[in-house]
């Protein structure tokens, strides 16, 4: 079946098997491998996508399901410099072994793009369908903490570690 959505701003137009699933589409035929796959039974959301602004794990979505849709990865979040909650994950140590971070920060914008201001609980709230199996959240809600704090024009929230501003 040929299938054609907007992916990163640009117009992809691929055949694709009527079972194939939007991750493996845009893993293998696009080469977009900044989307992780995990379980693959919309447990972990590594695989999380933007899907016309929401946050989606695209391992439960068909790709001809996304005809017509508007498709952002990872690969679509820096445009010359990084997007802020890219910069808050480095700035805040909110990875380990990073194979949860591409869908975490997925998840971290689609939840900042509907609120600029979130309480720590609803950081959590937000990234509750990603998990993270290295050490923890703490340091990921302080990424997101920060990102939220620089969209806003605001300076982030002072590092709990002394040798950071
Ligand atoms: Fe999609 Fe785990 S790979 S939720
Ligand atoms: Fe390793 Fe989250 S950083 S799984």
Known sequence: MQ???TVNGRTRTADVEARTLLVHYLREQLNLTGTHVGCETSYCGACT???DGKATKSCTVL???????DV?????LANGELHPVQEGFW??????????????IMSAVA???????????EIRHGIEGNL?????????????EYAAATMRGEDPP???WKDES
């Open 3 to 5: 299938v054609s959505m």
């Open 63 to 69: 790709a001809v399901q996304a005809e017509g849709a």
């Open 49 to 51: 996508v933007l899907v």
């Open 91 to 104: 700035e805040r140590h909110g990875l380990q072994c990073g194979f949860c971070t591409p869908g975490m």
């Open 72 to 76: 952002t990865t990872v690969e679509g």
């Open 111 to 121: 939840l900042l793009n509907e609120n600029d201001n979130p309480s720590e609980d």
């Open 158 to 160: 002072a590092s709990q």
């Open 132 to 144: 993270c199996r290295c050490t923890g959240y703490h340091n990921i809600v302080r990424s997101i």
